[in-house]
């Protein structure tokens, strides 16, 4: 069975600080890497990974690919508080019927 | 956005009762997505589409079934509504030929009593 797994599942964090969120997964026919912020409504799209070790970065926030040890990192630097969020994560894999599946989450406050 | 609006916003329906709700989609993508978000779960898949009147089962399409008449309208229909279908609805559309970038409607939160 395909698996996305989150964690931490909840972090809190005051502004200035850095955070590193993770997200690893075990699918069959792995294709792609997604990350999503959702606040308090529906999710919007940040960042999609194929390819190992190609850093991909908008403003505070970066993310990187590891597809040998299957897994990913979404970086934030300078937290604000309106990165507070939940952050989701999810793989499409690809094969006669794609799907994306997604993780649990990991909901970030950042507290002024 | 992608133009996505999701109809109703909220409802509440009692148990055994159907339900329909319609996802609408002005950018002309081709495909399109039922997902519902839970507590515990996260996001699953319910069904999807990849063209007019061409649709696919996702993980959990127990109960839901979809139709899709015309490329801006997708609809998901609970038969007969549980309350374990108590949860909220989020319709996406997909901007290329595979999964790429996704964009979520506002959801729909579905109570079932």
């Known amino acids: 069975e395909d698996k996305v797994v989150q964690s931490p599942l909840s972090l809190v964090v005051h502004e200035g600080d850095t955070v590193t969120l993770n997200c690893s997964y075990e699918v069959t026919n792995f294709r792609s890497l997604l990350w999503y912020k959702q606040e308090k409504k529906a999710p919007t799209f940040l960042f999609m990974l194929?390819?190992?070790?190609i850093e991909k970065k908008s403003g505070r926030l970066s993310s990187i690919l590891d597809k040998k040890e299957l897994f990913s990192i979404l970086n934030i630097t300078a937290t604000q508080t309106g990165d507070s969020a939940v952050y989701l994560c999810?793989?499409?894999?690809?094969?006669?019927?794609?799907?994306?599946?997604f993780g649990k989450g990991t909901k970030l406050t950042v507290n002024p | 956005d992608a133009g996505i609006t999701q109809s109703p916003r909220h409802k509440v329906t009692e148990t055994g009762t159907p339900v329909t709700l319609r996802c609408h989609q002005t950018?002309?993508?081709?495909?399109m997505y039922w997902y519902r978000q839970d507590p515990g779960h996260g996001l699953r898949l319910i069904h999807y589409?990849?063209?007019?009147?061409?649709?696919d089962k996702g993980e959990v399409s127990d109960g839901y079934s979809v139709s899709r008449s015309k490329t801006e309208d997708f609809l998901l229909t609970l038969e007969s509504a549980t309350s374990s279908q108590t949860s909220v609805y989020f319709c996406?559309?997909?901007?290329?030929?595979?999964?790429?970038?996704?964009?979520f409607g506002p959801g729909t939160r579905l109570t079932v009593l």
């Open positions: 589409s990849y063209g007019v009147k061409d649709t």
């Open positions: 194929t390819s190992s070790g």
């Open positions: 999810a793989v499409i894999t690809q094969g006669g019927s794609e799907k994306l599946v």
């Open positions: 950018e002309n993508h081709r495909y």
């Open positions: 996406a559309t997909q901007t290329g030929p595979f999964f790429n970038e996704q964009f």
